[in-house]
């Protein structure tokens, strides 16, 4: 779980979330509901991510930005 975090901390930073010990397991079945892959598959979501972000980073910034303010 949360594999890919140390990777893409500016994405977080663009999204405006700050990870802490308490909400990155949270912060983590969101992005793994954003890729469309079953939680705690951390090599599977990582991969989606990477490509999600090299697709459209913006995108994938706005929906995560999004479902975390919720």
């Not at 010990?21 to 969101?30: A, G, Q």
Request: glycine content about 8%; overall charge neutral; some cysteine.
């Amino acid at each position: 779980m949360t594999c890919y975090f140390r990777h893409i901390q500016d994405i977080f930073n663009k999204a405006g979330i700050t990870v802490t010990s308490e909400n990155k397991r949270e912060i983590d079945r969101f992005i793994h509901g954003i890729v469309g892959v079953e939680y705690k598959n951390c090599s599977a979501a990582w991969s989606e991510v990477k490509k999600r972000i090299a697709g459209d980073e913006d995108g994938f910034v706005s929906e995560l930005r999004e479902a975390w303010s919720k």
